[in-house]
């Protein structure tokens, strides 16, 4: 089992004193520590490390330790094969298969299968986004639309952001990408969705990520080994996984909106495209 994909499933309540031991964990070699020296790390103290483990479902910290030696055994794999062939494409595209085979082990089907239904449920869908995301803003976006969804797209302005978000009700939802770090405004948007009575999905590549206030639901799933050069591979494979457990809800209303959206795209002269899998 991986401690990373534990991290990003557990529902625990955690402390911040046990957030901070978590970020500890998730830095780079820790397996080898015991865990009076990652109390230390995280200016707690050892007993604080032993009941996070329980929590997160451990019998206790030897268990916890086993995981996180799993972790670093499929990076130390990758980064010395990165480092003996550097820019080869035969190691580079292993190591994003190997980071998109263990998406379904942070990201069950039935968390996929959760956040489809809010999303289908909704009246309309917001999604925020900056930096590097931007680009899975657009296309998460595009591929909603295809399923009928309507869709704003927040942009890190401050003043653009407030004039669109204004329509936002206890109909709406909001999606936001947090990759890396959380962006500064995706804390205070989740609080004024909770407080619209609004629903909030916040898509992840820090699995154990702690964001306050708590979004409604959280898919988090590790990118690939390699942290200086992390593609959107995984986190655009969720989207694509969403849209297609949006279809699946009700194959036969999502199949009518794309004969609908594919009889427009003729009308104005465009072009058929190939039709969602069925």
């Known amino acids: ?13 955690l402390s911040t004193t046990e957030q901070k031991v978590i970020t500890v964990l998730l830095s780079d070699a820790t397996s080898e520590l015991t865990a009076a020296e990652i109390a ?8 604080t490390v032993v009941r996070l483990a329980k929590k997160l ?3 206790g910290y030897p268990d916890l330790r086993r995981d996180l030696r799993v ?28 980071g998109l ?57 401050a003043k ?25 405004m995706l804390p205070a948007l989740i609080g004024e969705v909770s407080r619209r ?19 409604d639901q959280l898919l988090a799933a590790a990118r690939s080994a390699d942290s200086e050069y992390r593609t959107l591979f995984v986190p655009m494979a969720i989207s694509y996984g969403l849209q297609l457990a949006i279809y699946h809800l009700d194959r036969n209303r999502y199949h009518a909106i794309r004969e609908d959206i594919d009889g427009l795209t003729r009308m104005l002269g465009g ?3 190939i039709p969602i899998r069925s």
């Open 1 to 13: 089992m991986s401690f990373r994909a534990v991290a990003a499933r557990s529902t625990a309540s």
């Open 40 to 47: 230390s790390r995280a200016g707690t103290h050892e007993s």
């Open 57 to 59: 479902g451990y019998r």
């Open 71 to 98: 972790d670093e055994s499929q990076q130390r794999h990758v980064a010395l094969m990165r480092s003996d062939s550097g820019p080869d494409l035969a190691s580079f595209i292993d190591d994003e298969l190997a």
């Open 101 to 157: 085979s263990r998406v379904s082990d942070f990201v069950h089907q039935h968390e996929l299968d959760a956040a489809a239904r809010t999303i289908s449920e909704a009246s309309v869908v917001y999604i925020f986004a900056n930096g590097d995301s931007r680009s899975l803003q657009e296309l998460l976006g595009r591929r909603l639309r295809r399923v009928g969804i309507v869709v704003v797209s927040l942009t890190p302005q």
């Open 160 to 184: 653009d952001l407030a004039e669109r978000f204004v329509p936002f009700d206890s109909s709406s939802v909001l999606i936001g990408f947090a990759l890396r770090e959380t962006p500064r």
């Open 197 to 215: 009575g609004g629903k909030s999905l916040i898509i992840t590549d820090v699995p154990g990520a702690q964001i306050r206030p708590a979004p």
């Open 271 to 273: 072009t058929d495209e």
